[in-house]
């Protein structure tokens, strides 16, 4: 095992491995094509389980940052929760070194310290309290090395009374308001269809890690950063809570359609599936009944405003599906399109492959593993310059990297066996 005093040169030397110079300079570059790897130099330790946490290791393991995976000897618990964890093991994990450790090991913990010790990041959404307990919490990690950038991701945050409670995308959801406006007015609130608070919180935090690099590079300091769940789901809904807190009745379900507007958000049928059509705007309205043929619409006396076309909403979908039944989807697509009314295909995921925009975005991608093995994947939405996506790097193993990892931080292999022996790493 690490001995004493090996422990003891370590710790000399923390204050050497932090101080390494950062580099975020700007830089002129000829030509259009901008780095694919801008944050290169940047080292990151993911502590996290599921979505939050690991997704916002994947931003920045996908923006170049070195991501290490601290996962227990067992694995990232979503990796025991059948198929669907293995996705997020997939999708949220991906460009990533695996090393498994018994945190509640003085072994294992010390190798967690040594990792941390010559990294930029750690992120961990763990339970309430799970990290402070191990002695790996923010406070502890930033009086030992204040030019660490630390995140936490919370259900609830780390103020209120639900501090100490686990928190999940649902609760979340349930908790800010965003059930109670979601599904039809005479059903039970409805969750949305994907975990998007975890998938918010991934880029949020992701955002805020960026925002305190450059701010590293200002002062030469670290930060710790806290999010919650519940934080990002009442931003996700900022319009209809700025309305709300602007004097707006309490807002509830409606289904499809917006509750000032119409129409607005409105599905309706075609031959072939369903669209959603928005045209409220005055100029809008009057266009979608021109190009349908159907003038009079836009003076008659239910439907000349946006007001009124609220108030006899049911009136005004009985028209909107006499306009579009007949048409197929991707008809009424080109047709409103073309004349600059907002309109889209509801599609199926084996219909969303098959649209051009998707394909012809580059955001699907094969992750690519060691062993040759490729998985089809997201790539990050968004571009730098033109540089071409890369082919990012499939999600370890748990484990994957643990003596390669090992070996890098001075540990011979004997030493490597004897931590496996005692159950410190696997």
Not at 209 to 236: C, D, K, N, P
Not at 241 to 270: F, H, K, M, S
């Amino acid at each position: 095992m690490i001995t004493p005093s090996r422990l003891s040169n370590f710790q000399s030397s923390e204050k050497a491995i932090t101080s390494r110079p950062m580099n975020f300079e700007s830089k002129q570059t000829t030509g259009r094509s901008a780095p694919a790897a801008p944050l290169k130099n940047v080292r990151v330790i993911d502590l996290g389980q599921y979505i939050a946490g690991p997704g916002a290791a994947m931003v920045l393991a996908e923006l170049g940052a070195q991501v290490i995976k601290i996962e227990p000897l067992a694995g990232d618990q979503a990796r025991h929760i059948g198929r669907y964890g293995e996705s997020m093991i997939r999708a949220y994990s991906r460009g990533k070194q695996s090393i498994a450790l018994n945190l509640k090991s003085d072994a294992g913990r010390e190798i967690a310290w040594r990792l941390i010790a010559n990294s930029d990041v750690v992120i961990q959404n763990l339970r309430p309290g799970a990290v402070e307990a191990l002695g790996l919490g923010p406070s502890a990690v930033r009086e030992r090395f204040p030019k660490v950038i630390y995140l936490s991701i919370s259900g609830f945050g780390d103020l209120g009374p639900s501090s100490a409670r686990p928190g999940y995308d649902i609760a979340a959801q349930a908790e800010s308001g965003l059930m109670s406006v979601t599904g039809e007015p005479d059903r039970l609130p409805q969750k949305v269809g994907v975990p998007i608070i975890d998938a918010a919180a991934a880029h949020l935090g992701a955002q805020a890690v960026l925002a305190a690099l450059y701010g590293r590079a200002q002062t030469g300091v670290g930060e710790t950063l806290r999010a919650s769940l519940l934080e990002v789901a009442l931003h996700l809904q900022a319009t209809t809570w700025c309305d709300y807190l602007g004097g707006a009745p309490e807002p509830t379900r409606i289904g499809d359609g917006q509750p000032n507007n119409a129409p607005a958000a409105e599905v309706v049928p075609t031959r072939d599936g369903h669209i959603v059509l928005s045209a409220y705007a005055d100029e809008h309205w009057a266009r979608f009944c021109r190009v349908m043929g159907r003038e009079p619409l836009a003076t008659d006396p239910r439907f000349c405003t946006n007001a009124l076309r609220v108030q006899h909403r049911s009136e005004l979908r009985i028209v909107l599906r006499e306009c579009l039944s007949s048409f197929t989807s991707e008809e009424c697509v080109a047709l409103l399109s073309r004349n600059q009314i907002v309109v889209g295909f509801v599609r199926s995921y084996q219909q969303v492959l098959q649209s051009a925009d998707v394909q012809a975005s580059g955001i699907l991608v094969d992750a690519l593993g060691a062993d040759g093995e490729r998985y089809p994947s997201l790539a990050l939405p968004y571009r730098l310059g033109d540089a071409p996506r890369a082919t990012p790097p499939a999600a370890p193993a748990c484990g994957a990297d643990t003596d390669r990892l090992l070996a890098e931080l001075g540990l011979a292999a004997n030493e490597i066996d004897e931590l496996r022996r005692a159950g410190a790493v696997a």
